[in-house]
């Protein structure tokens, strides 16, 4: 990013009482998995980004579990580590099934295969659906963006 930023991009004064535009080519709003994987991949294409993210603190409860193939394509084309993001996933050997319980701790009712996770699903694609929680594929990408200049994020902001 420019040094040339506004006073309240870097939290000395709310941007309403600034009185300075921002000078970034794109504006990112919310931190989630999405965002946080589309200013990776701008930064690596060049382009500077700023992402404002409402909460403070990233929610550890998941709204998904899995990657698709083509996710963790688009991941390894960008050049983050999918071996790495797969290790913080669910070994290949635990997800293969589908459980069906009547509770978290309970009895085992049912069982089916997981979506294609076989090695034959690699004659398709690079990359094969993995388990991972969403909050630790948040922080891995975020991870990768903590030195990256062309990336700022703000957590706390939101637009209004």
């Given at each position: 990013m420019h040094s040339s930023r506004p006073d309240w991009v870097n939290g000395s004064e709310s941007a309403a009482e600034?009185?300075?535009?921002?000078?970034?080519?794109?504006?990112?709003?919310?931190?989630?998995?999405?965002?946080?994987?589309?200013?990776?991949?701008?930064?690596?294409?060049?382009?500077?980004?700023?992402?404002?993210?409402?909460?403070?603190?990233?929610?550890g409860v998941p709204k998904a579990h899995a990657l698709s193939p083509r996710s963790l394509e688009i991941c390894r084309q960008f050049g983050l580590n999918t071996k790495a993001l797969r290790n913080i996933g669910t070994k290949r050997s635990d997800a293969y099934w589908v459980n069906f319980v009547?509770?978290?701790?309970?009895?085992?009712?049912?069982?089916?295969?997981?979506?294609?996770?076989?090695?034959?699903?690699l004659d398709s694609t690079p990359e094969i659906i993995h388990n991972i929680p969403q909050p630790a594929f948040e922080e891995f990408v975020a991870d990768a963006l903590r030195k990256d200049l062309n990336v700022e994020i703000r957590k706390g902001l939101a637009l209004q």
């Open positions: 600034s009185k300075t535009a921002l000078d970034v080519p794109v504006l990112i709003v919310g931190g989630g998995p999405t965002r946080l994987l589309l200013a990776y991949c701008l930064s690596k294409l060049g382009v500077r980004s700023f992402l404002i993210e409402k909460y403070s603190q990233r929610l009547t509770n978290l701790s309970g009895e085992r009712i049912g069982v089916l295969p997981y979506e294609r996770i076989d090695p034959k699903v």
